[in-house]
């Protein structure tokens, strides 16, 4: 039976570390605000933006909330971003995706400046990834790597498998452990099926990212391997799930993360430590 990796006890963890740090730049007069805009009514999106709104009242990350309305032109959105880089009391800027869909995302992307790209997604800040360097990453495969280490999983000359390649998850976890020296293969919507579940076998560590509800069975799964569930979708009965059926997959684990409670609250936990990072490099502390 696997060890199950509580991402709730963790997120507590870094939180409190993030505090600490918010508390200790405070007192030196710098800034950690975070900006969250939100456009139009999705639920699922506003229930996310709670969280988060909530998380920084934990951290004591003062918090400036953006709801516009669902008809916002791509003209005022980039108005109020522009608004937010000159702002000196927004360490952060996180717009919540997906938009309405007049609206680019890539262009909003873009417009965020680097410096206060908590979410990681800019292409400076996945360039500094690439290349190794220091910088604000993407906060899903960085709490991922937070928890493998909280319990001594190290990917050195391990096989990793990433079933996905977002340029959220997928691909940025693929650099991630490769700069921890792991080996890495990356499944796909265009891998040849007959071949998935042999390549999932191989994985020494495994991070399940396709949204696809229960798709990774007991029997892909290497035994003793690390499965890590990226996964938030229904099954057939309505209940929450993951991309890993659990149930087959916890008899063969090492270790696994459950949905929830397993990487959701890391995402979010790992949010407001990319605040506190982003207000040290913005005042060269970082």
Not at 218 to 235: H, L, Q, S
């Amino acid at each position: 039976m696997a060890t199950i990796i509580d991402g709730k006890k963790l997120a507590v963890e870094v939180r409190e570390r993030a505090a600490a740090e918010v508390a200790e730049l405070a007192s030196r007069g710098i800034p950690c605000g975070l900006a969250v805009v939100l456009v139009g009514n999705d639920q699922g999106s506003a229930t996310y933006v709670r969280a988060k709104l909530r998380d920084c009242e934990l951290c004591g990350i003062p918090s400036h909330d953006y709801k516009l309305p669902a008809d916002t032109t791509q003209e005022e959105l980039m108005a109020l971003i522009a608004r937010l880089n000159a702002d000196a009391d927004v360490a952060g800027i996180l717009v919540q995706m997906p938009l309405p869909a007049h609206l680019d995302e890539e262009q909003v992307v873009l417009a965020i400046d680097p410096l206060k790209d908590v979410d990681g997604f800019h292409p400076e800040s996945l360039g500094r990834l690439v290349r190794g360097l220091p910088g604000l990453r993407p906060c899903t495969p960085a709490g991922i790597m937070e928890m493998l280490d909280a319990y001594g999983i190290d990917p050195a000359g391990k096989n990793a498998v990433i079933v996905g390649r977002s340029s959220i998850v997928g691909k940025p976890m693929s650099l991630m452990l490769l700069a921890r020296n792991a080996t890495i293969s990356v499944a796909h919507s265009h891998t040849d099926p007959r071949e998935l579940a042999r390549i999932c076998q191989s994985a020494d560590i495994l991070v399940a990212a396709c949204g696809i509800p229960k798709m990774v069975k007991g029997p892909w799964v290497k035994p003793g391997a690390a499965v890590i569930d990226v996964g938030m979708d229904r099954d057939e009965d309505g209940k929450l799930c993951g991309d890993v059926d659990f149930a087959s997959a916890e008899l063969v684990a090492g270790h696994i993360t459950p949905v929830p409670g397993g990487v959701g609250p890391m995402t979010r936990a790992m949010l407001m430590s990319n605040v506190a990072l982003a207000a040290k490099i913005q005042h060269g502390l970082a």
